[in-house]
C-alpha cells in the first residue's frame, strides 16, 4: 500500500512493529512557521525557530498574555480565600512576581532572537 506524498514529510518510513509503515514529520520550509512542527526536534530547531521575526512576536505576546492572565486569576484566588489584612500585600505581590516572570521571558525571547 502506497501513502499518500505529503509536503513535510520526511522519504524514508519506519515499519513498526506491526508491520504498517509510518513516516516521520519534518517542518517544511513552505509550510508556516509553528512550534507544533517542532516536536521532537532538538535545542538547535527551537532556537532556529524562534530567531525567525513571526516566532518571536508570538512568542512574546504569549509571555504577555500568559502572565496577565496567571496575574488575574490569582488575584481572584486571593480575593476569594484570603480575609485578612494581607490581601492587598499578597496581591501586590503576586503581581509583582508575575511581572517579573514575564519580564525574564521576554528578556530571553529576545536574547535568543538577536543573538545572531
Known sequence: MRTPDVPGLHSSSIVGASGSSSQKREPSSSSPPSVIALTG??????????????????????????????????????????HSGAKFAAIIATRLGCFALAVAGIVATLRIAFAG
Open 41 to 82: 526536534s532538538d535545542h538547535a530547531a527551537f532556537v532556529a525557530w524562534l530567531e525567525t521575526p513571526f516566532a518571536t512576536i508570538c512568542m512574546l505576546l504569549l509571555l504577555i498574555a500568559l502572565f496577565h492572565h496567571t496575574a488575574l486569576g490569582l488575584q481572584v484566588i486571593i480575593e476569594d480565600y484570603v
